[in-house]
């Protein structure tokens, strides 16, 4: 695992243009296993994620070319409708394949998935949606067997508006018999993405972006060229990093709807933040108030940008409370955030922020992509020097982070790799 090294204290200046978004693309991609033909998809970043479902495609017999920012799929043959442990335990959306293989070829059997140890993360949501749809599921030696001959349209009930089970019954059902209604489905803008990047495809994709989606299936599907969303986590990153160091920073190529809830909470700690097209600047202050926040599906504040939040209240005058309402597991970074002398009591799902602390540098290790970035975050407010033990969480989903940040002013380095 490669370490990081941050000296802290130096406020971070400038402008970033922000990549396609993560969430969006490893969809995406898993969509592609809906169609025979060439997926030419532009905006895909160069993260490891995206390296692991490109290797995951290949072993079902998707080959495709990456470059640059461009991913082409080649024409295929018949699908191998299988994704062996060896891939799906290092990627979460690796389930993601299993509603394109289901619908495509009848069949599909896929490894339990792995991915951030944040939680459970189980994948009933999606079984009991397949299952709706008329498949037979069989578990056994860790792997999930999917069989339909043809799936059939129906109407789906999920319990909680996953994003996962969304996408993935979403893109099964673009090649079922008839209709499929998801209700309470997830509503993220990576939701809506995928949605478009199918009904380029020819799918008939209704509704995506709110509370109830509506498939109505289609026999074939084609090949398309499509552009994916800013990545509005990568930007938020950047947003919060740039107020918790006192700096100014203006993240480009963004959507700025997208990045709402971030906006408000950061205007709410009494920092500046002014929109202009499509792109978002902050100022940072000194001193900065201490506000509450609760993660919630979309439009709520996303949990992918908690662990950021909790690093910069560490520095905010007055007590935060962050309650974690999506994952049972996502504050890992809090006891490491401590080492550095934030002042941080947690029960349960919520953590209780007492500000300002005064950080100082410390040996750090993570565990999880997002809280990687809240340790960069904190170690840049920290005065002396920060060690991040296990900085290779942060290439999953940051493409050229260290770089970036360095550009910004950051004196921070990769220390092996
Ligand atoms: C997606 O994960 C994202 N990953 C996550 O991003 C993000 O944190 C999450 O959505 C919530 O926004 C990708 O898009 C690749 P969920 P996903 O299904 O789809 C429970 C990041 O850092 N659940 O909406 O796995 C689950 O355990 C990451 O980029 C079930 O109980 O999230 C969790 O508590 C990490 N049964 C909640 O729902 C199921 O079958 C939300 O999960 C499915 C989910």
Redesign the pocket.
Known sequence: MPKIKIEGKYPLCGAIKINGS??AA??ILAATLLSDEVCHIDNVPPITDIFNMQNLLLETGKHSDFQKETFLTEASGELSPFASYQFTNRL??SFLVAGPLLAKTGFARVSYPG??P??????????KGFEKLGACIHTENGYISLKAEKLRGNKIYLD??????T?NLMMAATLAKGTTVIENA?A?P?ITDLANFLNNMGANVDGAGSDTVTIRGVEKLSGCSYSVIPDR?EAGTYLIAAAATGGKVTVTNVIPEHLNPVIAKLRETNVHVTVKGSSVTVEGKSSYKAIDIKTM?HPGF???LQAQFCAYLSGAKGTSVITET???NRFMHIGELKRLGAKIVTEGRTAVIEGPSKLNGAQVIAGD??GSAALVIAGMMAEGTTVLEDGGHLFR?YHRMVENLQELGAHIELLEQ
């Open positions: 993560k969430n490893l969809p979460r959306a991915g951030c944040i939680g459970a993360r189980p994948v009933d949501l999606h079984l909680f508006p996953s994003v996962g089970a996408e997830a993220e990576e986590i599906p996303p949990t992918d999506i994952f049972e992509l997002r989903g």
